[in-house]
């Protein structure tokens, strides 16, 4: 069983940067790709940010230009770098990972973006 532990959330003024960390415990190259969704109060999941085994990454419009995915394999770890952070960012981020058709999640961890 494959398990995703999620670290990083807080709390943070609007403008400021939080960086969130997913760590595996398999090796990421084996997934066919790892994200981030975010979901804020009351709406629905959705995907901001993925990287695939050859380190291909693809954004939400919402967070281009704000947000990065990056990943270490050594460590088997994906990251969220988070800037320019807005109050609308504010929610619930999970990581995700797919795996021979399998989806698993993290449990979570909370972004909250308030002055």
């Known amino acids: 069983q494959v398990q995703l532990v999620e670290s990083g959330g807080g709390l943070v003024q609007p403008g400021g940067s939080l960086r969130l960390s997913c760590a595996a415990s398999?090796?990421?190259?084996?997934?066919?790709?790892m994200a981030w969704y975010h979901q804020a109060p009351g709406k629905q999941r959705e995907m901001v940010a993925s990287?695939?085994?050859?380190?291909?990454?693809n954004y939400a419009d919402s967070v281009k230009g704000r947000f990065t995915i990056s990943s270490d394999s050594a460590k088997n770890t994906v990251y969220l770098q988070m800037n320019s952070l807005r109050p609308e960012d504010t929610g619930v981020y999970y990581c995700?990972?797919?795996?021979?058709?399998?989806?698993?999640w993290g449990q979570g961890t909370q972004v909250t973006v308030s002055s």
């Open positions: 995700n990972a797919m795996m021979t058709q399998v989806d698993y």
């Open positions: 398999a090796a990421i190259r084996s997934f066919n790709y």
């Open positions: 990287i695939d085994r050859v380190v291909r990454t």
